[in-house]
C-alpha cells in the first residue's frame, strides 16, 4: 500500500526566512502534486512533477522530485504572509489513479 | 469555463437521514473521484467513476455509502442513515482520462448533527 509522509506537519516562519517541506513516499510512483489548500477552501494546484530531477518553480515556490530517494520538497524563499496555509502533497501509482495524499503541513508565516 | 462544480457546498444532517452530494465535473471530462476529508486531516480517495461505470471503490466504507455517475447528470455521492463520523468535507477531482491531472472542486461540507 503506498504511503505518504509529511514533515513537518506544523511550521511557523518568520517573513523573509527560507524553509522546505519534505514528502517522502513509499512505492515506485507515476506523478507527484504539490496542492496549497487555505482554510474552509478547496484544493489548488501548485506543481505537478513527471520525472526524476524535475524542478519547477513559481514565485516564491519551488518544487523538486528524487525518484531514487522518493523524495520531493517544496522549498519556501523569503517567505511572505500570504503563504500562510496548508500545504499537500500527493502521488498516484503506475496504472492506478487515485491519489494519495500526504498528511499536509500547516504553515505559518509570522510577521 | 467553468470548472468543477459541486452542490451543496454546505450540508447539515440529523443522524439517520440521507446525505447526498452532486459533483458535475468540468466540461470534457469524464472521469470522476470523491475523497474525503476529515478535520486536520488529508484528503482520503473513495471511489473512482467513469460514465455509468465504477472502476475503484476501494476507498469506500462497504456500508451506507454509493456512488453514481450516469449517462447525463452529476455524479452523486450517497450515504445512508448519517452518523456524526461522516461529518466531513468532500471533495470531488475531475480529469479529462485517467492519465490526466485531474482537477478539484470546492467541496461539501457535511454536518452531521
Known amino acids: 500500500e503506498l504511503k505518504v509522509e509529511q514533515n513537518p506537519l506544523f511550521l511557523s516562519m518568520q517573513e523573509g526566512k527560507n524553509y522546505t517541506i519534505y514528502c517522502n513516499y513509499s512505492?515506485?510512483?507515476?506523478?507527484l502534486y504539490w496542492y496549497r489548500q487555505d482554510p474552509g477552501k478547496s484544493l489548488e494546484s501548485l506543481f505537478v512533477?513527471?520525472?526524476?530531477?524535475a524542478v519547477k518553480q513559481e514565485g516564491r515556490l519551488m518544487a523538486s522530485l528524487d525518484t531514487k530517494a522518493r523524495l520531493s520538497t517544496l522549498h519556501i524563499t523569503a517567505a511572505v504572509h500570504d503563504l500562510s496555509a496548508t500545504y499537500f502533497c500527493?502521488?498516484?501509482?503506475?496504472?492506478?489513479?487515485?491519489?494519495?495524499f500526504g498528511t499536509g503541513t500547516r504553515l505559518t508565516i509570522i510577521p | 469555463n467553468a470548472g468543477v462544480m459541486q452542490n451543496p457546498r454546505h450540508l447539515v444532517r440529523r443522524r439517520g437521514q440521507e446525505a447526498r452530494l452532486r459533483c458535475s465535473p468540468m466540461?470534457?471530462?469524464?472521469?470522476v473521484y470523491w475523497y474525503r476529508q476529515l478535520p486536520e486531516e488529508g484528503l482520503k480517495f473513495m471511489v473512482y467513476?467513469?460514465?455509468?461505470?465504477?472502476?475503484?471503490e476501494s476507498g469506500m466504507p462497504k456500508e451506507r455509502f454509493s456512488a453514481e455517475f450516469p449517462k447525463e447528470g452529476p455524479s452523486i455521492l450517497r450515504i445512508q442513515q448519517v452518523v456524526r463520523g461522516d461529518s466531513a468535507a468532500y471533495f470531488c477531482?475531475?480529469?479529462?482520462?485517467?492519465?490526466?491531472?485531474?482537477?478539484f472542486g470546492p467541496g461539501t461540507r457535511l454536518t452531521v448533527l
Open positions: 477531482a475531475s480529469s479529462a482520462t485517467r492519465a490526466h491531472e485531474q482537477f
Open positions: 512505492t515506485t510512483s507515476d506523478r
Open positions: 512533477l513527471l520525472s526524476n530531477g
Open positions: 500527493a502521488v498516484d501509482n503506475f496504472g492506478n489513479e487515485k491519489l494519495t
Open positions: 466540461k470534457g471530462h469524464s472521469h
Open positions: 467513476l467513469q460514465k455509468e461505470n465504477i472502476i475503484d
